[in-house]
C-alpha cells in the first residue's frame, strides 16, 4: 500500500476514535449531570458526619467520630455501625422520584408540619429534607428539600427505609472482646459461683476446684458465643421490679474479665415468653435475649470438666488394639494407610483418614463420673492407643458386664490409672465404627462374601 494512503487511513482512524471517545465522555457526563440533577442532597457519604431524624415525639442524632458511629439522642450510646452506615449510604445515593414542579402551599402536602425531617451535616453544612404526607395511593411521600419552593416526591420503600426507628439504631451487642484476650470468667447460677483462670501456659484453671481438668475448647466456644449474642428487643417500660426475676438473686451471671479493662458482665433475670429479662449491670437498663443465651448460661457449668476418655493428639497414633483381650485385632499405620490384623490373621488396608475419624470419635467419649475404686471382674473389651515408639498413649479396659445402660471401664492415660462409670451406648457405637472398617471388601457384584 502506498505510504501517503497509509497516512491518510491512520488520520481517519485516529479521527475515529478521538470521536468515539468524545462522544461516550459527553454521553457519560450527561449521564452524571442526570444523576445529580435527581439527587436531593449534594452529599457523599464519607463526608457526612451527622444524621438527624425529627418525628413528631422524638429527635434521633447520630454523630460520626472519625470511623464510629454514637448516638448522641435521646439517649448517648455506641450506635449500630451497620444500619448507620447504612442510612449515611442511603442518604448520599437519594434520588427523588418525581419532579412535581412549584410547591405552592405547603399545609396541602403535609410540609407546613411534616412527620419527618432529615438533616444531614456534611463539611459544616447542614442539609434539610421534609417529608410529608402520602401521595394518592399511598405509593409515595411528598418531600421538600430545605426551603426550596418546589416539590418532590419520595417512593414509599425509600421513606420507610429513611424513617427507622430508635432501636434500629441502637447498638445490640453484649459484649466486645477478643476471646483470646480473656483472663479470667465468673459465673454465678442462683447462689453457686464458679470462677475460670487462664494460666500461663494458656490453659483454664477451675478456682477452688484446681483438680478438675477443664475443657479448654468449650469454654472458649462459650466466650466465642457471647461475643456474637445479641440484645433481641430493648424494653423502654419496665414492669415491676419485683416481676422482673433479679431478686432476691438473678437467674445467672457472666462476667468476662480482660487486662486493663472493667469486666464486661451480663446479668439474667426472669423469663418473658421464652425469652429472659437482662441487664448489663445492676439495676442497668432493661432488655430481653433470647432463650439460647440464657439456656448456656445455665448449662456451662455441667459442660466444662473434661471428663473425656481420652483427650491425645490424633496424630502421635501408630498403633492401636481392640477388642476381647485374647483376641484383638491390631492396627499399625504405614505411611498414608493402616493396615489391619485380625485375630485369625486376615489383613485389611484403610486409608489414615479413616481411622484418624475413628480415632476422633473415641477423643468424643465421655464418662459419667469416675469410681473412688479399682472395678474387679473379667476383662470384657481392652482399647490400646500407642505412639511410633511402642510407648503407651492410652488403655481402656472394660471390666465385667455392663449393668443396664452403663459399664465399668479403667482408664491408663499419662502414668494414672482410673476407674470409671461409662454409658455404654458410646461405647458400643465406637465398636461399631470399628467393626465396619474390618468387613471383608464386597465381591464383584458388590455383596460382602
Same mark, same amino acid.
Given at each position: 500500500m502506498h505510504p501517503r494512503r497509509l497516512l491518510s487511513l491512520v488520520v481517519i482512524l485516529l479521527v475515529l476514535t478521538a470521536g468515539y471517545f468524545l462522544v461516550s465522555w459527553h454521553?457519560?457526563?450527561?449521564?452524571?449531570?442526570?444523576?445529580?440533577?435527581?439527587?436531593?442532597?449534594? *452529599?457523599?457519604?464519607?463526608?457526612?458526619?451527622?444524621?438527624?431524624?425529627?418525628?413528631?415525639?422524638?429527635?434521633?442524632?447520630? *454523630?460520626?467520630?472519625?470511623?464510629?458511629?454514637?448516638?448522641?439522642?435521646?439517649?448517648?450510646?455506641?450506635?449500630?455501625? !451497620?444500619?448507620?452506615?447504612?442510612?449515611?449510604?442511603?442518604? =448520599?445515593?437519594l434520588d427523588r422520584e418525581r419532579d412535581l414542579g412549584e410547591l405552592g402551599d405547603p399545609k396541602a402536602y403535609g410540609l407546613?408540619?411534616?412527620?419527618?425531617? *432529615?438533616?444531614?451535616? =456534611?463539611?459544616?453544612?447542614?442539609?434539610?429534607?421534609?417529608?410529608?404526607?402520602?401521595?394518592?395511593?399511598?405509593?409515595?411521600?411528598?418531600?421538600?428539600?430545605?426551603?426550596?419552593?418546589?416539590?418532590?416526591?419520595l417512593s414509599a420503600a425509600t421513606k420507610d427505609t429513611l424513617d427507622r426507628p430508635l432501636e434500629a439504631f441502637r447498638d445490640k451487642t453484649l459484649f466486645d472482646f477478643a476471646p483470646e484476650k480473656v483472663t479470667k470468667v465468673r459465673l454465678a447460677a442462683g447462689p453457686g459461683t464458679l470462677e475460670l483462670e487462664k494460666t500461663p501456659a494458656g490453659l483454664w484453671r477451675w478456682n477452688g476446684r484446681e483438680e478438675v481438668k477443664v475443657r479448654k475448647d468449650r469454654l472458649e466456644a462459650f466466650l466465642r458465643f457471647l461475643t456474637l449474642a445479641r440484645v433481641k428487643e430493648f424494653v423502654p417500660v419496665p414492669p415491676p421490679e419485683s416481676q422482673l426475676g433479679f431478686a432476691p438473686l438473678p437467674t445467672a451471671e457472666v462476667s468476662?474479665?480482660?487486662? +486493663?479493662?472493667?469486666?464486661?458482665?451480663?446479668?439474667?433475670?426472669?423469663?418473658? +415468653?421464652?425469652?429472659?429479662?437482662?441487664?448489663? !449491670?445492676?439495676?442497668?437498663?432493661?432488655?430481653?435475649? +433470647? #432463650?439460647?443465651?440464657? /439456656?448456656?448460661?445455665?448449662?456451662?457449668?455441667?459442660?466444662?470438666?473434661?471428663?473425656?476418655?481420652?483427650?491425645?493428639?490424633?496424630?502421635?497414633?501408630?498403633?492401636?488394639?481392640?477388642?476381647?483381650?485374647?483376641?484383638?485385632?491390631?492396627? *499399625?499405620?504405614?505411611?498414608?494407610a493402616w493396615k489391619l490384623t485380625g485375630p485369625d490373621g486376615r489383613e485389611v488396608r484403610q486409608p489414615a483418614v479413616r481411622l +484418624?475419624?475413628?480415632?476422633?470419635?473415641?477423643?468424643? %467419649?465421655?464418662?459419667?463420673?469416675?469410681?473412688?475404686?479399682?472395678? #474387679?471382674?473379667?476383662?470384657?473389651?481392652?482399647?490400646?492407643?500407642?505412639? @511410633?515408639? @511402642?510407648?503407651?498413649?492410652?488403655?481402656?479396659?472394660q471390666i465385667g458386664k455392663a449393668d443396664k445402660d452403663k459399664l465399668t471401664?479403667?482408664?491408663?492415660? @499419662?502414668?494414672?490409672?482410673?476407674?470409671?462409670? %461409662?454409658?455404654?451406648?458410646?461405647?458400643?457405637?465406637? /465398636?461399631?465404627d470399628l467393626a465396619r472398617l474390618v468387613q471383608p471388601p464386597p465381591d464383584k457384584s458388590g455383596t460382602p462374601p
Open positions: 454521553q457519560e457526563r450527561t449521564a452524571r449531570q442526570e444523576r445529580e440533577a435527581r439527587r436531593l442532597l449534594p *452529599v457523599k457519604e464519607e463526608e457526612i458526619t451527622a444524621i438527624v431524624l425529627r418525628k413528631k415525639d422524638q429527635e434521633i442524632r447520630l *454523630v460520626r467520630q472519625e470511623k464510629t458511629w454514637r448516638l448522641e439522642k435521646p439517649l448517648q450510646a455506641k450506635a449500630d455501625q !451497620e444500619t448507620a452506615r447504612s442510612q449515611a449510604s442511603l442518604l =448520599a445515593t407546613d408540619q411534616p412527620p419527618l425531617v *432529615v438533616e444531614v451535616t =456534611a463539611h459544616g453544612q447542614t442539609h434539610r429534607l421534609k417529608v410529608g404526607q402520602a401521595t394518592p395511593g399511598q405509593l409515595g411521600y411528598y418531600v421538600q428539600r430545605g426551603e426550596e419552593n418546589r416539590l418532590f416526591t468476662v474479665f480482660l487486662p +486493663e479493662q472493667p469486666p464486661q458482665s451480663l446479668i439474667l433475670g426472669g423469663r418473658r +415468653e421464652g425469652d429472659y429479662y437482662a441487664r448489663q !449491670e445492676a439495676k442497668g437498663e432493661l432488655f430481653l435475649v +433470647e #432463650s439460647e443465651v440464657g /439456656q448456656r448460661l445455665l448449662g456451662l457449668a455441667a459442660t466444662l470438666e473434661d471428663r473425656r476418655l481420652w483427650s491425645g493428639e490424633v496424630g502421635e497414633a501408630a498403633r492401636l488394639s481392640w477388642g476381647p483381650p485374647d483376641k484383638p485385632w491390631t492396627g *499399625v499405620k504405614e505411611k498414608d +484418624e475419624a475413628a480415632l476422633i470419635k473415641l477423643q468424643e %467419649l465421655e464418662y459419667d463420673r469416675l469410681l473412688p475404686q479399682a472395678g #474387679s471382674g473379667k476383662r470384657e473389651f481392652l482399647v490400646e492407643v500407642r505412639d @511410633g515408639a @511402642g510407648e503407651l498413649l492410652f488403655r481402656l479396659t471401664v479403667r482408664l491408663e492415660r @499419662g502414668g494414672k490409672q482410673e476407674t470409671a462409670l %461409662l454409658p455404654k451406648s458410646g461405647l458400643e457405637q465406637w /465398636q461399631g
